[in-house]
């Protein structure tokens, strides 16, 4: 894989430690790559990347792993409260939500299962600890979206996905302490709030993509139980 050079300004000193945890995946949102690169480029603009992988594959370094980009904006996610810190982030091009989001071309999935493994290498990143931006920001941020293939990324070794059943049996209250689990950060009430719906339709558009609407229907329940015990597995005697 060939990785071209596109130095981006937006990035400063991972904290003390500067350990890197955790992958976030975005997708740009803009009508174009090129778009795209100049904003993450763009000292007024203060977002960045360190990577963004077109929809043909080419893969842009913009900031050096060692260095924090800014990225992930105010986040959170299973106790990590600072993501840019503690991950790498990258951008696949994508017009997004906004311009007419479509499907995630193959050039660019190879690309990103190549780059994705090459950091596995490198940094110690759990499989539960590889999130969406819309995992970690679910009040602001619908990215990467319900397009793109988190089965197959976990079939390359990046990420999980679960997929044995699980009891369906569910209130809200067991809904939320479950999402708390897995790693969101929502209100506790035991009712279906606003926040609740919201961090609810973004672990549907992660989990559970064929329909997205907050309602903790049977499905979403089923999947709730199988992605808790799934990051239950994966974390084992982990801290959080
Ligand atoms: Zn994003």
Redesign the pocket.
């Known amino acids: 894989m060939i990785i071209r050079e596109r130095a981006s300004p937006n990035h400063d000193a991972r904290p003390e430690g500067g350990r890197v945890d955790m992958l ?6 803009m009508k174009t790559a090129a778009e795209a690169i100049d904003r993450l480029c763009d000292p007024a603009a203060k977002v960045s ?1 360190h990577y963004v992988i077109d929809e043909d594959g080419t893969v842009w370094r913009l900031v050096e792993e060692s260095r924090r980009a800014w ?3 105010v986040s959170y996610w299973q106790g990590t409260e600072n993501v840019n810190a503690a991950s790498i ?1 990258i ?1 696949l091009v994508n017009p997004g939500h906004e311009w007419g989001y479509r499907a995630f071309p193959e050039a660019q999935m190879a690309s990103l299962e190549t780059l994705g493994s090459a950091l596995l290498q490198r940094h110690p990143i759990p499989a539960d600890r590889v999130a ?3 995992d970690v ?1 679910p009040l602001r ?1 619908q ?2 979206g319900e397009l793109f293939d988190w089965p197959r990324l976990a079939r390359a070794g990046i990420g999980f996905w679960p997929t044995e059943p699980a009891p369906a049996a569910m209130d809200i209250a067991g809904a939320q302490a479950m999402l708390s689990s897995i790693g969101y950060r929502l209100p506790r009430s035991g009712v279906l709030d606003d926040e609740t719906s919201q961090v609810l339709i973004a672990f549907q558009r992660r989990f559970r993509p064929r329909r997205i609407d907050g309602a903790l229907d049977d499905e979403t329940a089923t999947r709730l139980a199988a992605v808790e015990r799934a990051v239950s597995a994966l974390r084992g005697g982990r801290a959080v």
Request: glycine share 22%.
């Open positions: 976030v995946l975005h997708y740009t949102g990347a990225h992930a904006g982030g951008e969406g931006h819309s920001a941020k990215d990467p």
